[in-house]
């Protein structure tokens, strides 16, 4: 269910970012980037496309470079303001940002044993947990929400979107880590219900 605030928007549209260099060599991203692929722009491209004829009023990006540049393409497209909100950014990896699992591994042995016994509260050494990020997702909700007359076009990433899908959805901790969105995928969300477009 949608939070008790009337400035999270009621009906929008959730967007991950196009296919990074990062992301094909397997790297983790948090808040450091990457430059989206050919491949990344056409998803982009195609995202935009699937979006016309929707009644977008405005997009609402993550300040990060491969959300920003994925948003300037659906913003272009359909013709509607963009805004960049902080709060949409990618969680915090930390000093894991821009390593493999595998260099990971060997930098921070426990790390992944420690993730895997508490997934939702493990922070990412100097970084953050996904717990800390929900209340950013919320955070983010509500700026779109002051942002946008009618129905946005968040743009983000896949861990902090699994935060906004938790919010705007009801669901528990479990329930979201669980949560899935592939590169050129567009959820729709409306009064806590989620289709894929």
């Known amino acids: 269910m949608i939070p008790q605030d009337r400035h999270v928007p009621e009906h929008l549209f959730l967007v991950r970012h196009g296919q990074t260099r990062w992301n094909q060599e397997r790297r983790l991203q948090g808040q450091l980037d990457s430059p989206l692929t050919d491949e990344g722009l056409r998803q982009a491209e195609s995202v935009a496309d699937s979006l016309v004829g929707h009644d977008v009023t405005m997009v609402c990006s993550s300040p990060l470079g491969r959300a920003?540049?994925?948003?300037?393409?659906?913003?272009?497209?359909?013709?509607?303001?963009?805004?960049?909100?902080?709060?949409?950014?990618?969680?915090?990896?930390?000093?894991?940002?821009?390593?493999?699992?595998?260099?990971?591994?060997?930098?921070?042995?426990?790390?992944?044993?420690?993730?895997?016994?508490?997934?939702?509260g493990w922070a990412f050494p100097g970084g953050e947990s996904y717990a800390q990020a929900r209340g950013r997702a919320r955070r983010?909700?509500?700026?779109?929400?002051?942002?946008?007359?009618?129905?946005?076009?968040?743009?983000?990433?896949?861990?902090?979107?699994?935060?906004l899908r938790a919010e705007l959805r009801g669901l528990d901790a479990p329930t979201a880590l669980g949560l899935r969105h592939p590169h050129g995928v567009v959820f729709e969300i409306e009064r806590g219900a989620e289709r894929m477009l």
């Open 68 to 120: 920003l540049r994925t948003a300037i393409v659906i913003a272009e497209r359909l013709g509607v303001d963009l805004v960049e909100v902080p709060e949409l950014a990618e969680i915090h990896h930390g000093e894991l940002a821009g390593l493999t699992w595998d260099e990971a591994d060997r930098l921070f042995p426990s790390a992944r044993a420690e993730r895997a016994e508490n997934r939702y």
């Open 140 to 163: 983010a909700l509500t700026a779109c929400g002051w942002a946008a007359t009618g129905i946005p076009v968040l743009v983000s990433h896949e861990m902090i979107g699994r935060m």
